[in-house]
């Protein structure tokens, strides 16, 4: 595992109880589009790559409770609570490890993927890798959290005090990149989210969130100053916004000849 890798695995690590109370209930409506997203399927299983605490498996286990589910999360931490939900239940396993490329074995009817695109080192390739895999017909349904996500708001102002470049250039290249593929939506999606305030949220994004590999790489006093300045630059109170996610959507078509551009 690279360095790169390892820091992330182990900030999810450190993340992953906080994640599940904080940030899965606020992010619920998001995996409900993504699964509801998924119908029709082929014969065949149904693979969720970073699944985290895995939230995606109480919507697909009652939708497809005979087939095989399966997630993949590189934390351990992660794979311990996405296990604990699976529970007893035996068409479901969770295999830790990096998806960025997924067993062609598994051969998937589908590929559903909540809010872990924009973590891999290589988004463009990873999405090419989950289509490849799906069997005809199959599947490919992408939720993640794009460069721009909203023009005001806490997820905005944490980049404007990090000072994050954004760089879109992978955005762009992901329909490119599924070439042959039928694009059945590509859209943004924004649902209100609330914090109880700044300050709540930035030790969430810190403590439960994707603020820790950052963390973790820059140390505390880094961090410190981070949410000093954060805090200054919020308003008071409890804080809504309208997030927007990017939704992908599309099938693997029988022959090349069925590809065709966005049908909604
Ligand atoms: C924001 S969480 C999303 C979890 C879940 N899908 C959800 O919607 O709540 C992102 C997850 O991606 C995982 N992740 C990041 N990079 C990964 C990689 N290369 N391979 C597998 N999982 C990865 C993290 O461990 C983390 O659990």
């Not at 690279?2 to 994640?19: H, K």
């Not at 940030?23 to 589009?33: E, G, K, L, T, Y």
């Not at 087939?67 to 295999?95: H, K, N, Q, T, Y």
């Amino acid at each position: 595992m690279t360095d790169r890798l390892s820091r992330l695995a182990r900030s999810w690590d450190e993340a992953a109880g906080g994640y599940e109370a904080y940030f899965v209930p606020r992010f619920a409506p998001w995996v409900q589009a993504a699964v509801d997203a998924v119908r029709e399927l082929p014969d065949g299983p149904v693979v969720v790559p970073c699944c985290g605490t895995f939230p995606e498996l109480d919507l697909l286990a009652p939708r497809f409770p005979d087939r095989r589910i399966i997630g993949v999360d590189l934390s351990a931490e992660m794979v311990r609570l996405a296990r604990r939900r699976a529970g007893e239940r035996p068409m479901v396993e969770v295999v830790q490890g990096d998806a960025s490329r997924l067993d062609p074995a598994w051969s998937p009817a589908a590929v559903v993927s909540v809010f872990g695109l924009q973590q891999l080192p290589d988004p463009v390739t990873a999405i090419r890798s989950w289509y490849d895999v799906l069997r005809t017909d199959g599947r490919l349904r992408v939720l993640y959290w794009p460069e721009v996500i909203e023009e005001t708001g806490p997820f905005e102002l944490l980049d404007k005090v990090i000072g994050a470049e954004r760089d879109r250039s992978w955005e762009d290249a992901l329909l490119p990149a599924l070439d042959g593929a039928v694009i059945e939506r590509d859209e943004l999606i924004s649902y209100p989210m609330t914090h109880p305030d700044a300050a709540t949220y930035f030790d969430a994004a810190n403590h439960a969130g994707p603020l820790r590999a950052l963390a973790l790489a820059r140390g505390d006093d880094y961090v410190a100053d981070l949410r000093e300045r954060y805090v200054a630059a919020a308003p008071a109170g409890e804080w809504t916004h309208r997030p927007r996610a990017r939704l992908i959507a599309v099938r693997k078509p029988r022959s090349r000849a069925g590809a065709a551009r966005p049908t909604s």
